[in-house]
């Protein structure tokens, strides 16, 4: 009975599976609260040359939220992959811009702001991990 339902709601079957999914939900929630919360320092690490700072903040938070919301449906698992993707590599520019302006940034250390350029590669790896519709 329960396998059935797993399988008729897209619930991953495993544990590890579901706990993935999970945590990507929660975490794109949180961190696209935090573009409500805390927009400084997402306005800060914005580089000079893209125009419309507050409003690419606040697009990509809510963004952030919908994507987090839209991965649990099923449905749209497959839009919200592609989604959380594309803003993934839409917000890039701000982790190198971090790296290439360290002056900038001294509340973090120089290896962190490098660590983070390779981190998202491992994000977009755990969405696509996350979101597979593989039955386990």
Do not use: C
């Not at 919360?37 to 690419?56: G, R, S, T, V």
């Not at 190198?96 to 590669?121: C, D, G, K, T, V």
């Amino acid at each position: 009975m329960l396998k059935r339902l797993t399988e008729a709601l897209h619930i991953p079957a495993s544990w590890y599976r579901l706990l993935l999914l999970l945590a990507l939900s929660l975490f794109f929630i949180n961190v696209g609260v935090d573009h409500f919360i805390n927009p400084d320092f997402y306005l800060n690490i914005m580089p000079d040359y893209l125009p419309f700072h507050a409003e690419a903040v606040y697009l990509s938070g809510f963004f952030e939220i919908l994507g987090g919301i839209v991965v649990l449906i099923p449905k749209l698992r497959a839009l919200a992959r592609w989604g959380l993707i594309s803003l993934l590599i839409a917000v890039f520019p701000a982790n190198i811009y971090m790296a290439m302006n360290p002056n900038l940034f001294p509340e973090f250390s120089l290896a962190l702001l490098y660590f983070r350029l390779p981190l998202q590669f491992v994000f977009i790896f755990w969405v696509l991990k996350a979101t597979e519709m593989v039955r386990d």
